[in-house]
């Protein structure tokens, strides 16, 4: 990546952790909090999300690799680490979760190539999207078995949809991989009357990125061990990501199950991808856990401080991510 856009990219990852932390805490009740009891479970909760990031870089890795021939630049662990931390904080601090992509393109493209390095980071986004539809499916058949005496009409109808999305999207994904799906998409979207005008021109600029995406689809139906384990490794993040929950509501004074903690954090996170639009996917967080912790038999308010304590460990780790750009500028280049 040119020294110019990185720059941009590390000036504007300060202002949003500027602006974080500003309002993390307007009327100071959970900073008291904070600093009466739950401070000492802090590094805990900072910790877990180095096994999880580590998970993460495995499975970007894997992906990238996969969509080159032996002979071809291949990515580093420390390089993909590196991007893993930064290209999350980016996504994270930007609306739709745009700025990742953008972002870990630009600094592959120099050694990988615009193509390549397009058409693995969108093929990693979508196994690392998948393996949360498993987390998500995960909860959902575990809620009945689990938790039977919660059980209720609607909370019946709206398990039993899900699964029933779940399963469709598995299944759209599989047929995508076995046949391809991002050139089809593409023809379906230049035909679509009110867009074609917009559709046409980025399928003529990006023909070519859909192309090298189907290949690589077309490499993860031919490498299933690959594919298996860069999934694995997503999947893996989100269950070692579920302890986050357990050490928050410990140092608040409640000790609650793994299983109660992976609801937790199924929930939040079904939540806050439904309002993907939202920039730091404000608010929807704290609703979704404070619903969770309703059904639960917690205090709505305990969501609300859980969640507060999630944008304390986020503010940390965007600003690692952040100060990765800046001084370690060269990681991922050749």
Not at 65 to 72: E, V
Not at 170 to 182: D, K, P
Not at 246 to 258: S, W
Not at 261 to 277: E, M, P
């Amino acid at each position: 990546m040119k020294p110019l856009y990185r720059n941009l990219f590390f000036v504007f990852g300060i202002m949003c952790v500027v602006f974080m932390v500003v309002h993390f805490d307007s009327d100071g009740t959970v900073a008291a909090q904070f600093v009466q009891s739950a401070w000492p479970w802090l590094v805990a909760v900072l910790a877990v999300w180095i096994p999880v990031y580590m998970c993460n870089a495995v499975a970007y890795k894997t992906v990238v690799n996969l969509t080159g021939t032996p002979h071809d630049a291949r990515l580093s662990y420390p390089a993909s680490l590196r991007l893993t931390v930064s290209g999350f904080a980016f996504s994270y601090i930007t609306p739709l979760g745009f700025g990742g992509l953008p972002y870990r393109i630009m600094e592959l493209r120099p050694r990988f190539g615009t193509t390549r390095a397009t058409a693995s980071t969108l093929l990693y986004s979508m196994t690392h999207v998948l393996s949360h539809f498993l987390l998500w499916t995960t909860a959902a058949l575990m809620f009945p078995l689990v938790y039977a005496d919660k059980m209720d009409a609607p909370l019946g109808v709206f398990i039993v949809l899900f699964v029933i999305i779940a399963v469709l999207v598995y299944i759209v994904f599989l047929r995508g991989v076995r046949s391809g799906v991002a050139q089809k998409l593409l023809k379906v979207a230049t035909a679509l009357p009110l867009i074609s005008r917009f559709t046409a021109s980025l399928a003529t600029r990006y023909g070519s990125a859909a192309q090298r995406i189907d290949e690589g689809l077309s490499m993860l139906h031919h490498a299933p061990r690959a594919f298996l384990k860069a999934l694995f490794c997503e999947y893996a993040a989100r269950l070692i990501n579920t302890w986050e929950f357990v050490f928050i509501l410990a140092a608040f004074g409640h000790h609650i199950g793994y299983t109660d903690a992976l609801l937790v954090l199924a929930f939040s996170s079904l939540v806050g991808n439904v309002f993907f639009f939202l920039p730091l996917q404000l608010v929807a967080r704290e609703g979704g856990v404070a619903a969770v912790f309703v059904l639960l038999g917690l205090a709505p308010a305990l969501g609300v401080y859980t969640s507060l304590y999630t944008r304390l460990r986020e503010i940390f780790w965007v600003a690692i991510g952040v100060l990765f750009i800046k001084f370690c500028p060269k990681i991922a280049q050749p």
